[in-house]
């Protein structure tokens, strides 16, 4: 677009590369098809190149001498006086040689364009640039000044100097190089200004109004049918006025004068309706429209071309000022109707309504379809009139006038053709008919690559077809294909891209051909048969031999990019699972870390409700992406697929990985063969992460049928997640754990916490024997063993005995610690046959001794059966940067016990010696085993019981200080309050039980089994009595009878009425003096059968003093004390003398009578008990024979 100085006038150009003879002998039937200005570019060095350059300029400008106003040859590579720059070179080294190859091309200054009211767009081929005008002043006014500015600066020289050949009139400039150019948009802006008004002065000459011999003005065509015509006639007159004024009216439309055109056009259309000129009448109908449109939309002329300011300061500022130069020219305010035509609010009154617009041109076409010659005039007519109505949103009414295109007949070139429907195709799209656009367009390709054509142009085929894809449905970006809404026919689709493929092919591109052949097996393959689906993948695989099929974006030459397609559906993703580590390898926090603190304090604060989210949608959906489970550094991870093959072959997956991010991780490729129309099957990805942190899994890479694609969850529909996210670790160490013992069956895989299981052991023990095993535990790992820890869980009736059937030595194992990698190390752990379980149910007691003083305990230990017991042994170990972090692993080892009954004690009881220091401990021994058992005492006593006999033993007793018996210390511990918060069973520690136990030793063996064990005491419960005089007495004893010392081992027999004397000396042993002390004595019978007769007075008479009592028996100190006794029937009798005191001096309320009445009170041992901390007493049995 070029504006004409001084003027209110806009002049708009195209620029032809090329542009038929033929076309230009229409120029007399309308204007604009001349050809007016000539432009010739060309590139020469010396000046043989120059001629060459020059004559070929002369020849384009001989084919268009009839209509060209003016032209210019513009050279490069020359010095601006048109001598060679070797010339200047020699003698100024400032200047740079151009070493451009000799390259000539020109461009035509087509008529049609040098005027407003163009109506015929651009053809694709043709290259097409707009002038903008920032020249204010006139031609001879620049002139001057750029004279001036050589004058003042003569070493700049911004013209270059003109060289004529051959008096030609043409112009020649000359530039070095295209740096230098700052001058040429003016030089060709003069060119253009003088072709203005060259055609100023053809419009302005009036001469043919006053000829007599009117000029015949012709059509191509019509020049064969002039041979006898009257020319003297007066319709031949009229048609030469008619035709004239017509031609007339084109040189105003071309010099921006639309209104002044009407009004020629008006009347030429009434002078050439006289003759019945058909075709000049269907001009002037087609110019009377142009002129009209160019009223009525004066805002729709062609877009300009953007200038890029960054080329030249001087243009860009050139074009700043000429922006702001412009004349404001207001802008008639629209409005629409109905229909949807956009109109003037007060458009000029020659011209015509929009809807006059359409009809004349309707009248025009009409006109022009009378002559078969003029086709190509009424295809253009109808174009016009069709991009009119797209102005006016008519579409219906302009689909009818491309239908009247595509009726025409036309004999035209392959090129023509190819333009043609084109052009069809750009209209169609336009009303917004994009099937049909899509249809010529794929009619336009498929022109390029006839067989008749000589040079079929595979690469315009390709554009096309790639156009015409919008038409079909067809997308190339995979993600906006959608097959779950399909758009369009299959068939269709499927047939435009095999001739997409074909053509990208023949165009020598073979890496197109294998995206768009991927894209075809990717979108259709729910349309294809199997038989389709083995001949794409077959072709596909033929091309990805030549060139590997990649998941990166391909770039095209004319800047298309094309998206990667990755075969998500070769082979069908039904699930993607990440898998968590095995149980025995999961990370876990380690007990009393400041996470479990925190996480415990969290689970038990308080729920808090907010309607408000303070987290965004990015953060929500992390978390939901986010598995529960963690993965370890350095150990190896996998994702399980399932997938299907919906192909009628085998189909080879290989080199499969995962897609990652966030976390460096090394991937092991896979590879797998999935069966023909099959699934689902299973694929295991693996990989190793080699940093912490949160890793971001979001798709898999695979590689089939020569295709890499990467394959990302989000756009497989199947799924519904598009990422995973798993929280990596630091890594810890790996071991393997194994035992000495043999494995047990139908081991169980889980404990009831949800602890991996990874072996078992089993055994069989008898109650009381005891079996030592090794635990072996290697390092498989990269990292130190560190920590290791055991523990051991079971049932909870079984709890409380576990440490004492399974033992081993803590600091066996710190010792062992740190553990490096390929090493291991041994733990030896004891076993003991414990099988004194409590229950419920079974609440049988034992019979006592037949004694009068003791009877045993009744039993809630049920010792009969046998058991079997299910022990955990759980393994929890660390070391390495997991254990800085507060990470741990675990694991268990799953121990079957089955402990079989043996020598069980049913019954038990204590009695005195003859000596103060000795006592006998008797047992019941019970052989509950089916085979027969030795049993071994203290002082080398055996015994053999056979199965199921119960035999009785006596074991020698050295009487002994027991341990002091302490307060339960943890029922000192529970809260004094009424809250409950659990029930608590706390067994207090029998510290004189167990001391016993270890006294009495009890062994067994029974050669038939090859067994050896200990007799367990853990169901003996000793009564106070017993405890009492198994204990050491404070008090030293002697007793004389009949003036002999008293032997336990030799009973002293006495007649009946014999007189006894009994000597009692007893000494104070104690650390304390003895206060209240009372010596007492007692006689009785034993009557067997667990009863005793206490009836003294019948049976014998005690002379003397029962019983003595002291205030205080200082430490050290003695008392004696004799008395005589007297039988009367005769058997054995039993004395008891007894002696008892207290420990500290009696408080003043309590009388010395009380006190002592109180031991003697058949609550006498309740009341011992009660007193036992202030009251010490100690006994003597002495066992005498009455004979009669």
């Known amino acids: ?88 070179n020699s003698s100024d080294t400032d200047n740079s040689p151009s070493t451009s190859n000799s390259q000539d091309s020109s461009h035509v200054l087509d008529a049609e364009n040098l005027s407003s009211t163009s109506d015929k767009s651009p053809s694709p081929s043709s290259d ?176 300009l071309l953007k200038r890029n300011l960054s080329f030249c300061v001087r243009r860009g500022k050139s074009k700043i000022d000429d922006i702001k130069a412009r004349p404001s020219v207001p802008v008639p305010v629209k409005r629409s109707y109905s229909n949807g035509c956009d109109v003037i609010d007060s458009p000029p009154k020659p011209c015509l309504d929009p809807d006059d617009i359409i009809e004349k041109y309707k009248e025009s076409i009409m006109q022009y379809s009378k002559c078969k010659a003029a086709a190509v005039i009424e295809m253009e007519a109808s174009i016009k009139a069709c991009r009119v109505l797209v102005l006016q949103r008519k579409y219906l009414q302009a689909s009818d006038f491309l239908q009247n295109v595509v009726y025409i007949s036309l004999q035209s070139s392959d090129e023509d053709k190819i333009q043609r429907y084109s052009t069809l195709a750009s209209l169609y799209s336009q009303i917004g008919f994009h099937r049909k656009a899509a249809f010529f367009r794929r009619v336009s390709a498929l022109q390029c690559v006839n067989p008749q054509v000589a040079q079929p142009s595979w690469y315009q085929c390709y554009t096309l077809l790639l156009q015409a894809l919008d038409g079909y449905g067809v997308t190339l970006d995979p993600r906006e294909f959608s097959t779950d809404k399909p758009c369009g026919w299959p068939v269709l689709q499927m047939r435009v891209l095999q001739e997409l493929i074909f053509s990208a092919r023949k165009m020598g591109n073979p890496q197109l051909s294998v995206r768009h052949m991927t894209f075809l097996l990717h979108t259709m393959l729910e349309h294809l048969s199997a038989q389709e689906r083995r001949d794409v993948a077959s072709v596909l695989s033929s091309y990805t031999a030549r060139c590997e099929g990649t998941p990166q974006p391909l770039a095209t030459d004319t800047g298309i990019i094309f998206p990667p397609v990755p075969l998500t559906k070769l082979p069908l993703v039904k699930s993607f699972k990440l898998m968590s580590v095995a149980g025995h390898c999961r990370p876990v926090k380690l007990p009393g870390s400041g996470d479990s603190v925190n996480s415990e304090f969290d689970q038990q604060g308080l729920f808090i409700y907010t309607p408000f989210s303070f987290g965004g949608t990015d953060d929500q959906e992390h978390k939901s992406n986010k598995v529960d489970f963690c993965w370890v550094a350095g150990d190896v991870c996998e994702v399980h697929l399932e997938v299907h093959n919906p192909m009628p072959d085998v189909l080879n997956v290989s080199q499969m990985g995962l897609l990652t991010d966030g976390v460096e991780m090394d991937v092991f490729p896979a590879n797998a063969t999935i069966p023909a129309e099959s699934g689902p099957h299973l694929i295991k990805l693996s990989g190793i992460p080699k940093t912490t942190g949160d890793l971001n899994i979001y798709g898999y890479i695979s590689h089939v049928y020569g295709v890499r694609s990467h394959c990302k969850l989000k756009d497989i529909p199947h799924l519904r997640s598009t990422q995973h996210i798993v929280e990596v670790i630091p890594a810890l160490p790996h071991i393997h754990v194994s035992t000495s013992l043999p494995k047990a069956t139908n081991c169980p895989l889980l404990t009831p916490d949800g602890m991996d299981i990874i072996t078992s052991a089993t055994t069989v023990l008898y109650a009381g024997q005891s079996m030592n095993w090794v635990l072996t535990i290697n390092n498989l790992g990269n990292q130190k063993l560190e920590m290791l820890e055991l523990g051991l869980t079971s049932k909870p009736e079984y709890r409380g005995a576990l440490k004492k059937i399974v033992m081993w030595n803590e600091g066996g194992i710190t010792t062992q610690l740190p553990v490096q990698p390929d090493d291991s190390i041994s733990i030896p752990i004891s076993l003991y046959g414990y099988n004194h379980f409590y229950t419920d149910s079974d609440n049988s007691e034992a019979s006592a001794f037949t004694s009068s003083h003791s009877t045993s305990v009744g039993l809630k230990y049920n010792t009969n059966s046998r058991k079997t017991l299910e022990v955990t042994l759980t393994v929890c170990y660390s070391g390495g940067p997991g254990m800085e972090h507060s990470y741990c692993r675990q694991c268990a080892i799953s121990l079957r016990l089955d402990i079989l009954p043996t020598i069980s004690v049913q019954k038990w009881d204590v009695i005195p010696a003859g000596s103060y220091d000795r006592c006998f401990v008797l047992f019941d021994l019970m052989n509950q085993s089916s085979h027969q058992t030795e049993v071994q005492y203290n002082d080398g006593g055996k015994i053999i019981i056979e199965a199921s006999q119960c035999r009785r033993i006596a074991i020698p007793f050295t009487r002994c200080h ?227």
């Not at 604009?32 to 350059?53: A, D, P, S, W, Y």
Request: hydrophobic share 35%.
């Open 962 to 1188: 027991l341990p002091i018996q302490e307060d339960n210390p943890a029922a000192n511990k529970l809260p004094h309050n009424d809250t409950v918060l659990c029930p608590i069973i706390i067994e207090p520690v029998d510290v004189w039980k167990m001391y016993l136990s270890n006294c009495i030793d009890v062994r067994w063996s029974a050669p038939a089994v090859n067994a050896t064990g200990k007799v367990s005491l853990e169901n003996v419960v000793w009564s106070a009595f017993q405890l009492n005089l198994m204990k050491l007495s404070p008090i030293k004893w002697t007793v004389v009878v009949n003036s002999q010392y008293f032997d336990i081992a030799n009973i002293p027999q006495v007649a009946v009425g014999e007189l006894i004397n009994i000597h009692i000396t007893l000494v104070n042993t104690d650390s304390v003096d003895a206060h209240q002390a009372e010596l007492s004595i007692s006689c009785y019978q034993d009557l067997g059968s667990g009863t005793t007769w206490m009836e003294a007075d019948e049976q014998c008479s005690i002379i003397g003093l029962r019983s003595l009592k002291v205030d205080k028996l200082a430490q050290g100190g003695s008392l004696s004390h004799e008395c005589h006794l007297m039988f009367h029937h005769s058997g054995v009798y039993k004395f008891d003398i007894q002696c008892a005191y207290q420990r500290q001096a009696p408080k003043e309320s309590f009388s010395c009578k009380d006190t002592n009445n109180s031991h003697f009170q058949p609550a006498y041992l309740s009341l011992f008990l009660s007193a036992q901390k202030y009251i010490h007493q100690s006994s003597l049995d002495i066992q005498l024979n009455s004979l009669g």
């Open 128 to 303: 097409s640039c707009q002038l903008d005008n920032s020249f204010s002043s006139n031609g001879a006014n620049n002139t001057i000044r750029e004279k001036d500015s050589d004058n003042n600066n003569p070493n700049i020289r911004i013209f270059s100097k003109s060289v004529h050949k051959e008096n030609t009139g043409a112009e020649v400039v000359f530039y070095p190089n295209t740096e230098g150019t700052i001058d040429l948009e003016e030089r060709l802006r003069e060119l253009i200004i003088s072709l203005f008004f060259v055609l100023e002065g053809k419009r302005l000459d009036r001469s043919f109004e006053r000829t007599e011999k009117l000029q015949l003005l012709c059509a191509p065509f019509e020049k064969r049918d002039l041979q006898g015509i009257d020319t003297d006639s007066k319709s031949f007159k009229r048609k030469c006025q008619g035709r004239l004024r017509k031609h007339l009216a084109d040189l105003c439309l071309q010099a921006d004068r639309p209104g002044e055109a009407i009004l020629h056009y008006q009347t030429s259309l009434d002078i050439l309706k006289t003759v019945n000129d058909s075709l000049w009448i269907g001009a002037c109908y087609e110019g009377l429209c142009s002129s009209s449109v160019i009223l009525t939309y004066p805002q729709t002329g062609s877009p």
């Open 1 to 88: 677009m070029v504006r004409i100085p001084n003027q209110q006038r806009t002049i708009w150009l195209r620029y032809k590369r090329m542009y038929p003879v033929d076309n230009n002998e229409w120029g007399d039937f309308q204007a604009h098809r001349k050809v007016l200005g000539l432009i010739c570019i060309g590139k020469c060095h010396n000046m043989k190149e120059f001629e060459e350059t020059f004559e070929s300029y002369k020849k384009i400008k001989e084919d268009y001498a009839n209509t060209i106003f003016n032209s210019r040859l513009i050279l490069f590579g020359m010095n601006r006086d048109g001598t060679p720059l070797e010339e200047i």
